[in-house]
C-alpha cells in the first residue's frame, strides 16, 4: 500500500522563476493539504484541496495556488520565487470524515526547495 | 497568541530511559484533537499518537503514551525505553473542531530535538 509520495525530491531555482510541486495522496485518501516547512520551524498549513477545490486557505500570497485531479492527486505551483520560499514543502493526505477533527494525517517526504 | 507551545528546544535522553517531551495548547474550541509527529531527518513526518479533547483516557501506542492534562491544557509525550531510532525531531500538532464538514487544518508547535545516547 504505497503512501503519500512527492515528487521532486530536491529542486533548485532562481529568484522570481515559477516552480510546481506535485503530491500523489495515500491510497483511499481524498483530501490533500500542502504545508511549508522553514528550517528550524513546525510545518505551516498553506491550503486544503478536497474534490478539486481549495477548501481551506493559510495565511500565504496568491502566488502560492493549487490543483487537485480527479484522481486525487495534487500540485502545488509557487509563482516569483523569492529567497525567503526556501523550505520543506509537505504534503499530506487524509480521507474526509464528518468527525473530522481525529484523523491524523499522513505526510510524505516533502520536496526541498532552494531559492538562490 | 501561539496555540501550540513546545518550551525544549532539544532533549538528551540515555537509551532505555523513558522521556518526556512537554507540549501546551490554546484553544476555546471544545471538540480538538492533539497529535504528535515524528520527523526524522529524512524529512518525512510519521504519525505516532492522537488524544481526542473527549477521550477520557490518556493514548497509549506501543511505547509511546500521551500524559493528557486537559484543564492545564497540557498534552506531554512520553517515550519509555528510549532506543537510538527515536532521535529525531517532535511535533505537538492540534486541530481544531469543524470546519462546516471540511478537515481542519493541523497548527504545529516549533518542535522538540530528541537526542538519544547510547
Known amino acids: 500500500d504505497a503512501g503519500v509520495t512527492q515528487s521532486p525530491t530536491h529542486l533548485i531555482k532562481t529568484r522570481g522563476q515559477q516552480v510546481t510541486l506535485r503530491c500523489s495522496p495515500k491510497?483511499?485518501?481524498?483530501?490533500v493539504s500542502w504545508y511549508q516547512q522553514a528550517l528550524g520551524q513546525g510545518p505551516q498549513f498553506i491550503f486544503q484541496?478536497?474534490?478539486?477545490?481549495?477548501?481551506q486557505r493559510g495565511n500565504f500570497p496568491d502566488r502560492f495556488s493549487g490543483h487537485q485531479f480527479p484522481n486525487y492527486s495534487s500540485e502545488l505551483n509557487v509563482n516569483a520565487l523569492l529567497l525567503g520560499d526556501s523550505a520543506l514543502y509537505l504534503c499530506?493526505?487524509?480521507?474526509?470524515?464528518?468527525?473530522?477533527?481525529?484523523?491524523?494525517?499522513?505526510f510524505g517526504n516533502g520536496t526541498r526547495l532552494t531559492v538562490t | 497568541a501561539q496555540k501550540i507551545t513546545q518550551t525544549q528546544p532539544g532533549m538528551f535522553v540515555q537509551e532505555k530511559e523513558a522521556v518526556t517531551l512537554d507540549c501546551t495548547y490554546d484553544?476555546?474550541?471544545?471538540?480538538?484533537?492533539l497529535f504528535w509527529y515524528k520527523q526524522p531527518s529524512s524529512g518525512e513526518m510519521i504519525f505516532l499518537i492522537y488524544?481526542?479533547?473527549?477521550?477520557?483516557q490518556n493514548a497509549t501506542e506501543g511505547r509511546y503514551s500521551l500524559n493528557f492534562q486537559k484543564a492545564r491544557k497540557s498534552a506531554n509525550l512520553v517515550i519509555s525505553a528510549s532506543q537510538l531510532g527515536d532521535s529525531a525531531m517532535y511535533f505537538c500538532a492540534m486541530r481544531e473542531g469543524n470546519y462546516g464538514g471540511s478537515q481542519g487544518n493541523l497548527i504545529f508547535g516549533k518542535g522538540t530535538k530528541l537526542s538519544v545516547k547510547p
Open positions: 484541496y478536497y474534490e478539486e477545490e481549495e477548501r
Open positions: 488524544q481526542g479533547s473527549y477521550d477520557q
Open positions: 499530506a493526505s487524509s480521507f474526509r470524515q464528518i468527525s473530522s477533527y481525529n484523523s491524523p494525517l499522513h
Open positions: 491510497s483511499g485518501h481524498d483530501t
Open positions: 484553544t476555546s474550541d471544545p471538540s480538538y484533537g
